[in-house]
């Protein structure tokens, strides 16, 4: 499996970007999806969770009401809209199947994660 995120950048607080994860080696379609992040010094955490179908999403309330996952099976893409960032919103993010109601990576495979930086 490989998982390849793009789009972070630096942003000033209040901006936004969008992430993506380009996926290949799975079933893209059959697999429940996530974001996760870890800042500078800190435990890997969740992010957001989308059903395989996309009927269902999950958000951390960290980032519930600003950010927004959604995927497209067709290109085998998952995304994260994100808005109104934060000061701690400042990690690497990453790509994951993900196991749905436990919120935790369904394996160890993490791929390459992309920087978000944001300037206070």
């Known amino acids: 499996v490989q998982l390849q995120a793009s789009g972070g950048g630096l942003v000033p607080a209040g901006g936004s970007l969008r992430l993506s994860c380009v996926t290949s080696?799975?079933?893209?379609?059959?697999?429940?999806m996530g974001w996760f992040r870890q800042a500078p010094g800190k435990q890997r955490e969740f992010v957001a969770a989308?059903?395989?179908?996309?009927?269902?999403?999950y958000y951390d309330n960290s980032v519930k009401g600003r950010f927004t996952i959604s995927r497209d099976n067709a290109k085998n893409t998952l995304y994260l809209q994100m808005k109104n960032l934060k000061y701690d919103d400042t990690a690497i993010y990453y790509c994951?199947?993900?196991?749905?109601?436990?919120?935790?990576?369904?394996?160890?495979?993490w791929g390459q994660g992309t920087e978000v930086t944001v300037s206070s």
């Open positions: 994951a199947i993900t196991v749905w109601g436990s919120w935790k990576p369904d394996s160890n495979i």
């Open positions: 080696g799975t079933t893209f379609s059959s697999r429940n």
């Open positions: 989308i059903l395989w179908d996309g009927r269902s999403t």
